[in-house]
């Protein structure tokens, strides 16, 4: 079998794209998915699940595999019991793997570390043993907000251990985001460090903290690994060091098998109100189905394979293809804790170089960025290692495709651009490295075992060639069981849109190509992906409004060609004034990155003296995507005031 080569019809349209990359022989012979799967899975959806769940060791084995007499909230592998860190952890010990590394640990100032499963497994104990001794009971939730050092997954691997349920805050967000999930979450600890490096820097961490659970009155104790000898302020009998506490505990430790029911985790997402939703895990289904798409979307093998998932543990990504698949399935990882460009801008290549990493994933707005650094950087490494990419966080442009698999991948390596989200634990839509023929652009189809549909508004599927709404139209493991706290808003967000077929509505748009491979168009919904992170358009006009100057603000993702969106606010200014000036636009910059974290500062903030909304006040983004995308204005008939476009266009033309 031959593969075309790079040279093809416009890159950048993917409707147009119909360049395919089937595997090699080679590669197919000898890879762990096989096209059989799918059959399998189609014949007997829960026989199969059965079979990927023996992956696992199972204390108790299951009675029934899927109880889902109480929809939406489903129940897989009723009556197992297992615990999970034994299955990431102790289980590869003792099958004699102790010695093989877990994982190869890069500090951004160039510290290493080298941890075995042996390393792992004490550290894991030790760390499991100092929370016992903090009187953390089963069922408590613990927040973990920390940069990427191994603590922290040492701590998420310690809380499942004992049926604690972690909540991890990405450590970029604020001290208010922190404060809102721990009060949500009602946690009792929150694991922290003293500062994390950023971009070849120290920046304090603590201080957030401090700030945070001033408010958070079920915060007993706070633990603080020293990772920049930062100084920090300290409260006696509140906080406590990582090493004076864990470093003294045994290295032994008997884990108890939980239900597969038991909340494993919470993970904070955003929604479309402004109010972030935490997601809730449990631990058989989501562990089984975490490690069979690690195994089978990138082909691991663990006795020769190098690993390395560029997500910050602080994502769902860094979740179930950091700590949870990967581990799961022995696997010896990167763990890198910086940024891509600290040093210099080939530190990836260098780090893929120097532990011959084989399989790379990661997410299109850094393919984007890395093409924008130039092709000359990563030439310069040897990337021969590698065998398998993947894309995950947004639709992955065939353009940014075709240059990571010639730059990359060498024009050999099968890409897997996978589709998922947090509500959905794990893979959902990919190729099969050695089994699919890749389209550039395209996730194309359902893995096996999983099922999804492209619908119109009623629900009824589309034909081939045709658009619609993504939904799941069948239960999967790895699914969310709920909003914690809230069942009420789980119903609502994901199960109404389609209430009468019974889907899961993902909140993106999809197409069918004529082949019957799915395509992701985007969130279809007032949620923004910044670089692959989701953002709601309500949060940051919360944010935007808390700000004493502003009147009312409306925001907006405008299309970006590095970060995929870039969030773009318009904002009218208490008592009319309509010349922001640019001290009081960056003001507002900051104080958006202040309330939510950076990765939420406007790209653009544009004083304005009106919003356009409809006649029952409903603000008309579409409008503003269009002046923020410098298009022409289109259909303005519904607006209360149809003039008001013509005042936003004039007054920014007069500002610029
Ligand atoms: C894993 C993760 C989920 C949203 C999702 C979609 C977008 C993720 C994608 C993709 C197109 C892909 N998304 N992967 N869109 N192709 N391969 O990113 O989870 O942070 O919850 O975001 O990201 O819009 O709905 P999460």
Known sequence: MTEQSGQGPALDNLLTESRTFPPSDEFAAAANARPELYREADADREGFWAKQAERLHWDTKWDQVLDWSDAPFAKWFVGGKLNVAYNCVDRHVESGHGDQV??????EPG??????????????????NALLELGMN???????YMPMVPEAIFAMLACARLGLTHSVVFGGFSAEALRSRIDDAQARLVITTDGQYRRGNPAALKPAVDEAVAQTPSIEHVLVVKRTSTDV???DGRDIWWHDLVDKQSDQHTPEAFDAEHPLYILYTSGTTGRPKGILHTSGGYLTQASYTHFNVFDLKPDTDV???????????????IVYGPLSNRVTQVVYEGTPNTPHEGRHWEIVQKYKVSIYYTAPTLIRTFMKWGADIPEKFDLSSLRVLGSVGEPINPEAWIWYRENIGASRTPIVDTWWQTETGAIMISPLPGVTSAKPGSAQRALPGVSAKVVDDQGNEVPHGGGGYLVLDKPWPSMLRGIWGDNDRYRETYWSRFAAQGYYFAGDGAKYDNDGDIWLLGRVDD?????????STTEVESALVSHPTVAEAAVVGATDPTTGQGIVAFVILRGGAVDGGAEAVKALRDHVAKEIGPIAKPRQVMVVPELPKTRSGKIMRRLLRDV???RSIGDVTTLADSSVMELISDGLKKGT
Do not use: F, K, P, Q
Request: proline fraction near 0%; charged fraction near 20%; glycine fraction near 8%.
């Open 527 to 535: 949620v923004m992906n910044v670089s692959g992170h989701r953002i």
């Open 111 to 128: 510290d290493t570390r080298t941890i075995t499963y042996s390393d792992l497994r004490a550290e894991v104990c030790r760390t499991a």
């Open 233 to 235: 302020e300290w409260t």
């Open 102 to 107: 877990a994982i190869h640990w890069e500090g």
């Open 138 to 144: 089963t069922g408590d939730r613990v927040a973990i």
């Open 307 to 321: 690993y390395w998932c560029t997500a910050d543990i602080g994502w769902v990504t860094g979740h179930s293809y």
């Open 628 to 630: 923020a995308e410098n």
